[in-house]
């Protein structure tokens, strides 16, 4: 059944997607190093590939991650976010409403996410989004999820700074584990003028509090990656 859901997923998308116009897109490359991860080998090396874009119909964003440990083992994780639009407003508080959708990728595991989220006009904010899941488990009992995420750009004199990011919320599952809480978020300096580049390139820090990681009772992840993000 979770198979045939994400047929559909991958399916209802991509004829907007072809069909559509596109207003915006970005894809980056991210690279990060830390010492404090939990669960597995504490140091790891993260590859990201991330794309995100803007269509007639709604948004895309999607990530692959690829963890490499020092003690040799490694990791593949991908989502796929498709959102679409239920209402948009103009001059408002609120810019839409939208059915949103995410597909969690990992080994062994696929877990399908759906729900609402909506989109604000935050003075100073490049985005600012609020999302509430269903989540269907890959061989976990199905609970709820609430997300944030924002993105905010600013300046120090004259060097231009992002710091961006998000909050995970979800739900305990009986006889598992409780509720867990990742807060993900990126200081991030564009060095890109400084090489006569055209799009952004960051060096930064990654910071991620991830309390009851995995469900796991008292396991808490307090975790700085040394961060280096390219736009092209």
Known sequence: MKKLILVLLLCSSFPFA????????????????????????????????????????????SFADRLESDNGDTETYIEFSPEFYLLEFDDNPVKNISFTTT???????????YGIGAAF????????????????????PNNYQLTASWGLPFSIGETQWMFDGFIDYASGISNVGPANLNFTSQLKWNIAPYFELSAPLYVGIEYVYWRNKFYIDGVTEKNPNLLVKWHF
Do not use: M
């Open 121 to 140: 006009d935050v003075p100073g904010f490049q985005f600012f989004e609020l999302d509430a899941y269903k989540r269907n488990n890959d061989g976990l």
């Open 103 to 113: 597909a969690e990728v990992g080994d062994g595991f696929t877990n399908y996410l």
């Open 18 to 61: 072809v069909n559509a116009e596109r207003y915006w897109s970005d894809t980056s490359l991210t690279y990060l190093n830390g010492s404090d991860y939990e669960v597995g080998d504490p140091d790891r090396h993260v590859l990201t590939l991330e794309y995100v874009g803007g269509y007639s119909w709604g948004k895309i964003f």
